[in-house]
């Protein structure tokens, strides 16, 4: 059964950053691509940022340059640090593996001043 715990989530004022987790269990992390998607009130859920087994990246045009996605297959965990924050960053963000239709709680990014 996979199982897929995010944390790091927060209230933060604009310009501000947070590094967000997410551990995975039920799974052979290490071949596993993974993605961090977004679900803001009322939209659809977006991918935001997507990393291969062998460490390639890729990121939505609306966070490039802004956030990092990275990998620690020794703890089966997936990162997204988030710098120079946006109120339209505000979401539930969530971890996903490429391979499996399994979702965690998500945990809660708001951006306010």
């Known amino acids: 059964q996979v199982r897929l715990v995010e944390s790091g989530g927060g209230l933060v004022q604009p310009g501000g950053s947070l590094r967000l987790s997410c551990t995975a269990s039920?799974?052979?992390?290490?071949?596993?691509?993974m993605g961090w998607y977004r679900q803001a009130p009322g939209k659809q859920r977006e991918l935001v940022a997507a990393i291969t087994s062998t460490g390639s990246t890729d990121y939505a045009a609306s966070v490039k340059g802004r956030f990092t996605i990275s990998r620690d297959n020794a703890k089966n965990t997936v990162y997204l640090r988030m710098n120079s924050l946006k109120p339209e960053d505000t979401a539930v963000y969530y971890c996903k593996p490429r391979s499996y239709n399994a979702w965690g709680q998500g945990t809660q990014v708001t951006v306010s001043s």
């Open positions: 039920g799974i052979i992390f290490s071949i596993n691509a």
